[in-house]
C-alpha cells in the first residue's frame, strides 16, 4: 500500500527538522511506498530541508484555512492509498505505518489513529519547572483507550480522534469532503472531521499498540500554552452547532452567557470568569503567577494560578467565538 505522509506546520522549523529527520531515518516502513508532504503556513522556505531530504514534497499553503486547510492541500497532491496525517512534532514510532496499513487492510471503512507519550528527553526538561510539572500532570494527557468499547487487545473504539498520528484512505477522505476550513484555529477540527465520518459509518479506532513520541520541545512554556488554550477552543462553539451532544458539557454551558435557569454556582462564575478575564487583569495574574515562580512559592500554589489562567483563556477564546457566531 502506497502512503501519502502528510505533516502541516507553521514557523517550527526546528521541531518540524526533528519529526523530518526521524521519519527518514528511523521508521521501518519501505522508503519507496512512502510520501512524504509538508504543507508550510509559515513564512521560512524550509531551504534546508529540500536540500537535506530530495523526495520531501514542500508545498506553501500561506494560511488558507488553518491546519484543517493545510490538511486539505496536502491531500489534495497526495498519490497514496492511504493518507497518514501527523503533526510536525510527532516522532512517529518505528512501527506506527505499518500498524495504519495492517489495520487498514482488516478495517477497511475506518479512520486510526496512534497514541503517543511525552518525549523522554522533553520529560526530563519539564520536570525542571513547576509549570512542566504542572503540564505533566495535568495537560495533553496520553491517549487512553475506554475499557468498555475494545475490540482487541490495545484497540479500542472512539466517538472522536485526534489528528497527530490519524490515517484514512484517499477515497474515503474525498468522499467525506476533507476536513472542514470554517475552522480558523487547530482545535477541533479533527474532532469534527472524525465525528462527521462516524456519523457516515465508519469505525474510529485508537491503536494504543502505535506509540509516538510527542516533541513540544518549543511550547512548554506558560505564556505559549495560554494562548494555544485561547486560539484552540474558538472552534469549539461551531462544533456545537455541528454535533449539539457536545453542549452538554461543562465546556460549553458553564461559559456561554448567564442563561435564566442556570444555578446560582454557575451564575456567579460565569460572573467571576467575565470580570477577570479583561485584557488588565489578565496581565496583573500572570505577573502575579511571575512572581510567585520567582519566590518558589511552591507547585500546590502554582498550579492553582495555572489551572485559574487556564480557565480564564478558555473562556476568552469562546466567548469570542460564540459572541461572533451568534
Known amino acids: ?17 526533528a519529526t523530518i ?10 522508503a ?27 508545498i506553501q499553503n500561506q494560511g488558507k484555512g488553518g491546519a484543517a486547510g493545510a490538511r486539505n492541500t496536502g491531500a489534495a497532491v497526495a ?6 496525517f501527523i503533526d510536525d512534532d510527532i516522532l512517529v514510532g518505528e512501527d506506527s505505518i505499518h500498524r495504519h496499513c495492517t ?44 475499557p468498555q468499547k475494545v475490540l482487541k487487545p490495545g484497540l479500542f473504539w472512539a466517538e472522536a480522534l485526534a489528528s497527530f498520528n490519524l490515517s484514512v484512505l484517499k477515497s474515503d477522505f474525498t468522499a467525506l469532503g476533507g476536513f472542514n476550513t470554517e475552522f480558523q484555529y487547530a482545535g477541533c477540527e479533527d474532532q469534527e472531521f472524525t465525528m462527521r465520518a462516524k ?16 516533541n513540544e520541545v518549543d511550547r512548554a512554556d506558560m505564556k505559549k500554552w495560554l494562548m494555544r488554550q485561547y486560539t484552540g477552543v474558538q472552534g469549539f462553539p461551531l462544533l456545537c452547532e455541528l454535533f449539539p451532544f457536545n453542549k452538554q458539557g461543562a465546556l460549553y454551558f458553564e ?34 503567577t511571575r ?22 483563556y478558555l473562556y476568552k477564546g469562546f466567548r469570542l467565538s460564540f459572541d461572533q457566531e451568534k
Open 103 to 146: 489495520l487498514h487492510t482488516e478495517y477497511p471503512k475506518a479512520l486510526i489513529s496512534g497514541a503517543w507519550i511525552h518525549n523522554p528527553d522533553l520529560v526530563i526538561q519539564m520536570k525542571g519547572t513547576p509549570f512542566g510539572r504542572y503540564k505533566l500532570k495535568n495537560d495533553y494527557l496520553a491517549s487512553h483507550g475506554d
Open 21 to 30: 529527520d526521524n521519519l527518514f531515518n528511523c521508521s521501518k516502513f519501505p
Open 32 to 58: 519507496h511506498q512512502l510520501e512524504v508532504i509538508v504543507v508550510n503556513d509559515g513564512k521560512e522556505e524550509l531551504s534546508q530541508l529540500r536540500q537535506k531530504y530530495e523526495t520531501l514534497k514542500i
Open 79 to 84: 498519490t497514496g492509498d492511504l493518507l497518514l
Open 291 to 312: 512572581l510567585l515562580e520567582g519566590v518558589n512559592a511552591g507547585d500546590r500554589l502554582l498550579f492553582r494560578c495555572y489551572s485559574a489562567l487556564c480557565g480564564l
Open 1 to 17: 500500500m502506497m502512503v501519502s505522509l502528510i505533516i502541516p506546520t507553521k514557523n517550527r522549523p526546528l521541531i518540524l527538522e
Open 255 to 288: 461559559n456561554i452567557p448567564i442563561q435564566r435557569n442556570d444555578s446560582l454556582r454557575i451564575k456567579v462564575k460565569k460572573s467571576i470568569k467575565f470580570w477577570l478575564s479583561g485584557s488588565l487583569t489578565l496581565a496583573l495574574i500572570t505577573g502575579i
Open 199 to 214: 456519523a457516515n459509518n465508519f469505525l474510529l479506532l485508537l491503536d494504543m499498540n502505535n506509540i509516538n513520541l510527542h
